[in-house]
Nanobody, 118 residues
Framework: QVQLVESGGGRVQPGGSLTLSCVAS????????MDWYRQFPGNERELVAH???????KYAESVEGRFTIWRDNGLNQVTLQMNNLEPGDTAEYYC????????????WGRGIRVTVSS
């Protein structure tokens, strides 16, 4: 059974940093594309960052230059480093796994809260 365990959320002041981590189990991690999504209090959902199986990355324009995603296939882990956080980054953050080979599988983590407030 595929599981995702997220950690690292919390509360931080504007300008601060947080690191989100997501560890996968039950699947060959190097075959998985990984995403971080976030859902705002009004339920709008946004793709924050993506890393492919070849380590190519994409970012939402709103976080470009502030957030960095990377993966460690040896640890089955994807990490999102968030710097210079803004109140507008306050959201529930979700790790999402997308199996790049057959059988198809998309798995969402349970979510982790990030609050940016003074």
């Amino acid at each position: 059974q595929v599981q995702l365990v997220e950690s690292g959320g919390g509360r931080v002041q504007p300008g601060g940093s947080l690191t989100l981590s997501c560890v996968a189990s039950g699947i060959i991690f190097r075959h998985c594309k990984m995403d971080w999504y976030r859902q705002f209090p009004g339920n709008e959902r946004e793709l924050v960052a993506h890393i492919d199986i070849d380590n190519k990355t994409k970012y939402a324009e709103s976080v470009e230059g502030r957030f960095t995603i990377w993966r460690d296939n040896g640890l089955n882990q994807v990490t999102l480093q968030m710097n210079n956080l803004e109140p507008g980054d306050t959201a529930e953050y979700y790790c999402v796994l997308d199996h790049a080979i057959l059988p198809p599988l998309v798995k969402w983590g349970r979510g982790i809260r990030v609050t940016v407030s003074s």
